[in-house]
């Protein structure tokens, strides 16, 4: 439980007259197989902050008090298997729901994540990386008491990855190349390849020296596509 009586901002004008955040969680750590450990996480919170609001209209500037209530939660778990003392396998599920809402704007968002990831050093000098991974958002979004709307204020995006890299021992245990690709696919921008190359030298047990080249990729989100402003 957290409470903090006045919010300011950076003109040492108050914001708000109070905020109070109350948050729990758990999380389960299971080891008792010899090849695998599994992870269970999450946590739930709750907020509520009252603030000021300046908007403009015909005869100046309106102030008026609101309050922001924020509420959601999150749970994940995570699969870790050892094949042999060279291969290994990697499950992560994860699920998030947030809600925010005011009398400007009211939005919901769920999230379901869900990755996978498998590596070995079969073969001398290489280690070789390979995931599949995929992000499916709900939104829920109303702004129209602000003169604001979302066309479709419902929405579900999705996003599609893949990857693979192969770390390369060029000196063993000191100088490595890195060689990899992702590539994705989302609702907005289609098809994204994503190459890299990666040298690192490793100089001490605490110091390392790397370099990299890679082409990046930002996934729009639903306020940048269906955002409409009276």
């Excluded at 709900?138 to 579900?156: I, M, T």
């Excluded at 770390?167 to 989302?186: C, M, Q, Y």
């Amino acid at each position: 439980h957290y409470n903090e009586p006045n919010t300011e901002s950076l003109f040492h004008k108050t914001l708000g007259t109070d905020f109070t955040l109350n948050k729990t969680g758990f999380r389960v750590d299971y080891d008792e197989f010899e090849n695998d450990l599994i992870t269970l996480q999450g946590d739930v919170y709750k907020s509520d902050m009252e603030l000021d609001r300046f908007l403009p209209d015909t005869a100046g500037v309106n102030r008026l008090k609101d309050n922001l209530d924020i509420y959601g939660g999150n749970i994940s778990s995570k699969w870790e298997h050892q094949i042999s003392d060279k291969e290994e396998t990697q499950l992560q599920l994860y699920y998030d729901k947030d809600v925010r809402s005011h009398s400007l704007l009211s939005r919901k968002y769920q999230t379901f994540d869900a990755d996978f990831q498998y590596s070995n050093s079969l073969k001398e000098r290489h280690k070789l990386t390979s995931g599949l991974g995929y992000r499916g958002i709900h939104s829920d979004l109303d702004g129209s008491s602000f003169r604001l709307n979302f066309n479709p204020a419902k929405c579900k995006t999705q996003l599609y990855s893949g990857f693979i890299q192969d770390e390369i021992a060029l000196l063993p245990d000191k100088v490595f190349l890195t060689l990899g690709s992702k590539i994705e696919h989302n609702n907005f921008t289609g098809y994204e390849v994503q190459p890299s190359v990666k040298t690192s030298w490793l100089v001490t047990q605490d110091q390392t020296l790397w370099a990299s080249i890679a082409r990046a990729t930002r996934t729009p989100n639903i306020s940048e596509y269906d955002i409409n402003v009276v």
